[in-house]
């Protein structure tokens, strides 16, 4: 066995829900935007069914914590009744940071979809990875590049018009 902290043997392909779950999260993202917020959205499904969306809202809450997954998975374990978050999966248009991917981790959710990587803060698989790391309690299936295209451009139009 290799001793590297992590392997890349957790990665899926999408599949033909994982688009229009994506989509929802885009939508959330726009909501984002909206509200002068990072456009990041989120999506938690359970048992085929979005139970949890949320989106960025670190700047009106002044919460370092309020990134769109993180709130997600808040409002899905209210909903759940329950603070593990199995057989959920995680719909996110940017690759989760150290602290989101910690969550998912700590939650035990099953699977994260995102759409565009992070090269500057990604944690499932770009800078570390989480999600797969076998010093680590838990591992979660990935799944990247779900409608990446949408959520880059949301991304690049938004910080294009903040630099004005």
Not at 8 to 17: F, H, K, L
Not at 50 to 63: F, G, K, L, P, Q
Not at 82 to 106: D, K, Q, S
């Amino acid at each position: 066995m290799s001793h590297t902290s992590y392997m890349q043997d957790n990665i899926t392909p999408a599949t033909e829900a994982d688009e229009a779950f994506m989509r929802a999260a885009l939508a959330e993202a726009r909501a984002a935007a909206a509200e002068n917020e990072v456009p990041i959205g989120a999506v938690v499904v359970y048992n085929g069914a979005i139970i949890a969306r949320a989106h960025n809202t670190r700047e009106e809450s002044t919460n370092p914590a309020g990134h769109a997954e993180f709130l997600a998975m808040q409002h899905a374990a209210e909903t759940l009744q329950r603070w593990r978050l199995f057989g959920c999966t995680v719909y996110v248009t940017l690759e989760p940071c150290l602290m989101c991917a910690g969550l998912m981790l700590n939650a035990r959710i099953d699977r994260c979809v995102y759409a565009a990587s992070d090269p500057k803060a990604g944690a499932v698989g770009t800078l570390y990875n989480v999600s797969n790391d076998f010093r680590l309690n838990h591992k979660f299936m990935v799944t990247t590049g779900v409608l990446q295209g949408e959520a880059v451009e949301l991304l690049q139009d938004f910080f294009r018009h903040r630099r004005r």
